[in-house]
């Protein structure tokens, strides 16, 4: 079968990549000629762990490709998926359809036989029906069907979540759309991975709820660590204690700096704009995006603690900055919001992490880059461990303390230990939900 994929980004290349090593014909289109140009050069524009190897095989295999050119892309495909952005709108927390509704046009306008047209982007409810319109405007004479395949897939672990799904969504409108996602789907099916075939409004509003009750449990345990600190429980006792529950689950249960990437503010944001345009407030949501901003506000306090009240003339150093590790993406990290604010106090930051440079450059002005952690640690005051990459988590903390002008740690992932900072010669160490300082 073939197979068109609008956007190259975290989803529709992985997706993309994907499809083709289940045998399909993929060509995968984008706006952006910096994208196709490294993309067609063998080049992955994005850090995905896995993806540069698959793609290579499979370009070799002469089953993937690249252009700009859609309509040469849906010559012959019998599925385009739509895979762009739906960041926030700006002023009202909606979803901004711009890009989801540009692509319906173009491929209504490049279209001449049956296809079926996939949205995989996370898109309000409605909105599939609102792309069918538009393409039926754009091209009254076109057969075709929309169906809805929202994306679950993590980044960082992308590809076995897509090749290893715990289930396929699959809004559809009749069984001849039906049928052509169950023959694009069909490698999953052979192996018994659930596919949940439903209606369109169904599929939009799983991948919606979805989201925000993952958002929200990390929120509670957020908010049962900022307790913890003031009863002396120790939160990573209480999230195992509660995980080993079945009906609870251990997944999304750390406590951490606040949740942040490409998905989770987003899209709390446009369901709770959904639940408001209708009239039916999702007012846990609601409830979630605010606590989450004041967890990331409680980082910077327990930064200011660890500085004696003030970053003025203090060195940082800070250790992950993409969102959480494997990743270079930078959306919407609680790094956005600590970083400027030590930068705003007055503290001279120094920044290592192994793939956020070439994003963080741009996004946080006036720090400094250091490769090694304990170069940047090099007569620091404060050490912060902000994203738990690999390499941040098995430090020589020894050699840290010794490097520090003052070895004082805030750890907002957990890492390690009070026990382990004192060991080393830390003088101070705080956590996330655990009693702090030594
Ligand atoms: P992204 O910003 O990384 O990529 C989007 C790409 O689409 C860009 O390369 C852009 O140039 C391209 N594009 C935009 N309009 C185009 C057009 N008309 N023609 C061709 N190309 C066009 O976005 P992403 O992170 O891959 O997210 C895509 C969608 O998937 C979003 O709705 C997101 O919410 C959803 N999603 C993302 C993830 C994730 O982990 N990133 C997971 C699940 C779902």
Redesign the pocket.
């Known amino acids: 079968m073939k197979i068109a994929m609008?956007?190259?980004?975290?989803?529709?290349l992985v997706s993309g990549v994907c499809f083709s090593d289940f045998g399909h014909e993929v060509v995968c289109?984008?706006?952006?000629p910096r994208?196709i140009e490294m993309l067609e050069a063998g080049q992955v524009p994005?850090y995905e762990p896995g993806l540069d190897a698959l793609m290579a095989k499979n370009v070799e295999a002469g089953r993937l490709s690249f252009t700009m050119d859609?309509a040469s892309a849906i010559d012959g495909a019998q599925a385009v998926f739509i895979?762009?952005?739906?960041p926030t709108r700006r002023g009202d927390g909606h979803a901004d359809l711009t890009?989801v509704m540009?692509?319906a046009e173009?491929i209504a306008k490049a279209a001449s036989d049956y296809l079926v047209i996939v949205t995989?982007?996370?898109?309000p409810v409605g909105t599939n029906r609102q792309v069918k319109q538009t393409v039926a405007k754009a091209n009254p004479s076109l057969e075709f069907d929309v169906a809805s395949n929202?994306?679950?897939?993590?980044?960082g672990a992308?590809i076995d979540d897509f090749m290893k799904p715990d289930r396929v969504v699959v809004g559809v409108q009749n069984d001849r759309a039906a049928q052509v996602m169950e023959d694009i789907y069909r490698p999953l099916y052979l192996r018994d991975f659930p596919i949940v075939t439903t209606d369109l409004e169904s599929a939009e509003m799983i991948k919606y709820a979805a989201n925000a009750f993952l958002a929200t449990k990390i929120t509670f345990i957020n908010e049962i660590a900022a307790l913890c600190e003031k009863v002396g429980a120790d939160v990573k006792s209480v999230s195992k204690g509660m995980g080993m529950d079945g009906r609870i689950g251990n997944k999304f249960l750390h406590a951490g700096p606040g949740y942040g990437?490409?998905?989770f503010p987003?899209?709390t944001k446009a369901l709770a704009r959904i639940g408001q345009e209708h009239a039916s407030p999702i007012s846990i949501v609601e409830t979630v995006i605010k606590v989450n901003e004041d967890v990331k506000r409680r980082m910077i306090d327990k930064l200011t603690d660890l500085c004696d009240g003030s970053f003025n003339g203090k060195t940082v150093a800070v250790l992950g900055v993409t969102f959480k590790p494997n990743t270079d993406?930078m959306r919407d990290a609680p790094s956005l919001t600590i970083v400027p604010a030590l930068v705003g106090g007055g503290a001279k930051v120094r920044v290592c992490d192994p793939q956020g440079k070439r994003e963080g450059e741009h996004l946080l002005p006036g720090v400094s880059w250091e490769e090694d952690p304990y170069k940047a640690a090099h007569k620091a005051d404060l050490l912060v461990i902000l994203t738990e990459w690999n390499e941040f988590r098995a430090l020589d903390l020894k050699k840290m303390a010794r490097k520090m002008e003052t070895p004082r740690m805030a750890d907002l992932r957990n890492v390690y230990s009070k026990r382990d900072a004192r060991r080393a010669g830390f003088e101070a160490y705080d956590s996330i939900g655990r009693e702090g300082y030594l």
């Open positions: 609008i956007g190259t980004g975290y989803v529709g289109v984008d706006k952006d994208k994005i859609l895979a762009v952005g739906t890009y540009a692509a173009e995989k982007s996370t898109v929202p994306e679950f897939l993590r980044e992308a990437g490409s998905c987003k899209d993406d």
